[in-house]
């Protein structure tokens, strides 16, 4: 079979046809004419506006809720009499049909952005609704997540973000596989939350032709097209295979000698608990709130809040659950949460924190709804900021807690200068919790989302090394939520660093209790001294591992 080859971030093999999330759709030519007949240019445009808005409607049917609010008021934009009148206006002095859409849409979509507040915040609503009709118009794939009739299928694409992903399950999804994005990249998240393998910085990926059968080892990195029969049953076996030995560790998370570590879920809502549950964690140790809310243009209400929030505070009894406050900005960006301008880098503009400080009742709302939410349940509940990057900004936020009624405030350790001060912070708060996959983009000034830089996001860096050491002597207990958490053998080097609890994407628990149970925490120790001790990744991961020999048993 050919094989196209990326990095591995979420394990097992997926099979299934290939199909590609329709990309950008260009831009028709500036003084594209049609050929002279006005009236069926006009009649071609409609057709396809109609046909874009009825496709919307009846997916807004079939999936009912809040996304059916959002398809139905998209439809109803893309029949606005003002709208086809500008392009039948278009068509008539001779300008394609393609060009008069896309004229059109750009003349609206200034109008609405000028209007600004709500208004103004549906215009990527309109870009992708002129995507889809000039789509329909030349015959490219829509943008968007494809439709096939095979399921589950492979999911190609160069990138997916956030919203893109929000409908998918794994009975839909075999595998993913994308060309941008590296381990930290909400791909390569929400894959290992789903347990569905994935390979990512795939170059050539958007080249499969839809259709094509693929077999993708998430472990491996290998994307291979077209397999044999006996190709695809080798890898499915050996990824069993390897599933069954870890079945046999159970129980809290423990090193051979008994020193406790934590193992907890990362969650973006109820509909991870079930893997968090089968896969036993002791708790949640990142729930990523905004994560509910990113097909919204209006902050959702108490009550809303406060049932999903209830809801996955209620499946971990007695237990820890640390629910971070809405990560706005950058790469999860919120309709009802948006930054005062443009922002020409947005991982280094107004995010976390920087964004709920210019809308404090929105973040009072969520503490007092989180509150509420836990009276009632035996759930610990802690709550904690993200990109906190000062102790005045740590202070403010553990005071907001307090005021709210919640008795744990943390912080997450995320910017590089919360780590080096970790000692001025910690008096201010209950407990850290290191993001690794912030801590390591801003310590190398490197996007987390660019493909071609996924090596700066390596966790094994001994400098994010040295950063965690720091941030785990502080004073207060110190989880990591980061994907870090979820390599078997850095887990065991986080442990020796002196790390309390280890959150990561459900299906990774399994790996990481076997890894554990197998190493005293001196080994741990050990592994992590050597890592420090060595100046890159590769040096790092091979010094680690020479202490930490139960790693061959798990063949990792
Ligand atoms: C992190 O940055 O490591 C983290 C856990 O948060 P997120 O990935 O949601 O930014
Ligand atoms: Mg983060």
Request: proline share 7%.
């Amino acid at each position: 079979m050919e094989r196209l080859t990326g990095a591995g971030v979420s394990p097992g093999a997926g099979y299934g046809p290939a199909y590609l999330l329709g990309g950008t759709i260009p831009e028709p030519p500036a003084g594209s004419r049609h050929d002279g007949d006005p009236v069926g240019e006009t009649a071609r445009a409609e057709a396809a506006v109609d046909r874009v808005a009825a496709e919307l409607s009846a997916r807004g049917e079939a999936v009912g809720g809040d996304a059916h609010d959002v398809l139905a008021a998209q439809a109803m934009i893309a029949r606005d009499p003002v709208l086809s009148a500008e392009i039948a206006e278009l068509i008539d002095a001779g300008t394609a049909a393609e060009r008069a859409v896309y004229e059109a849409f750009s003349r609206y979509h200034d109008m609405l952005a000028e209007i600004g507040g709500y208004i103004g915040q549906r215009v990527s609503d309109l870009d992708d609704l002129r995507d889809r009709v000039i789509a329909q118009l030349t015959g490219v794939p829509m943008p968007g997540l494809p439709e096939p009739a095979e399921r589950p299928y492979v999911l190609v694409a160069r990138d997916l973000a956030p919203a893109d992903t929000v409908l998918l399950t794994k009975e839909l999804v075999a595998a993913f596989v994308t060309e941008q994005g590296g381990p930290t990249s909400h791909t390569a998240i929400l894959a290992r939350a789903m347990g569905v393998p994935a390979v990512v910085a795939c170059a050539g990926a958007t080249s499969i032709v839809n259709g094509t059968p693929v077999l993708v080892d998430g472990t491996t990195g290998m994307v291979g097209l077209v397999p044999s029969e006996e190709e695809v049953a080798a890898s499915i076996e050996a990824a069993n295979a390897r599933g069954s030995a870890l079945a046999s560790a159970t129980g809290p998370g423990r090193t051979a000698d008994g020193h406790p570590v934590a193992l907890l879920a990362n969650v973006g809502g109820p509909r991870d608990l079930a893997a968090a549950l089968e896969y036993g964690a002791e708790g949640v140790g990142l729930y990523r709130t905004e994560f509910l809310f990113f097909d919204r243009e209006q902050a959702p209400s108490d009550e809303e809040q406060e049932a999903a929030y209830r809801e996955v505070l209620a499946a971990f009894p007695g237990a820890p659950v640390v629910v971070r406050v809405l990560d706005a900005g950058a790469d999860k960006p919120l309709g009802f949460l948006p930054p005062t301008g443009d922002e020409p880098n947005p991982a280094l503009g107004e995010r976390g924190l920087r964004i709920l400080r210019i809308f404090p009742d929105v973040m009072m709302g969520q503490l007092r709804a989180l509150a509420r939410a836990a009276e009632g349940t035996s759930a610990r509940l802690q709550v904690m900021a993200p990109m906190v990057a000062s102790a005045e900004e740590a202070g403010w936020f553990a005071g907001a807690c307090r005021a709210a009624g919640i008795t744990s405030a943390g912080i997450m350790i995320e910017i590089p200068a919360a780590a080096l001060r970790a000692a001025d912070l910690a008096p201010a708060v209950d407990f850290f919790s290191i993001g690794t996959n912030d801590l390591a983009q801003y310590v190398f000034a490197a996007d987390r989302e660019v493909g071609a830089l996924t090596p700066y996001q390596d966790p094994w860096q001994p400098v994010l090394l040295d950063l965690v050491a720091t941030a785990a002597s502080a004073g207060v207990p110190c989880g990591v939520c980061g994907e870090a958490a979820s390599d078997p053998a850095l887990a065991c080097v986080l442990a020796g660093l002196g790390v309390t609890s280890l959150s990561m994407g459900a299906p990774a628990l399994p790996w990481v209790r076997a890894t554990l149970a197998r190493h005293t925490l001196d080994q741990c120790r050990a592994a992590a001294a050597a890592a420090r001790a060595t100046s890159t990744a590769e040096a790092a991961r091979a010094a680690a591992r020479s202490h930490l020999p139960g790693l061959e048993d798990l063949a990792l």
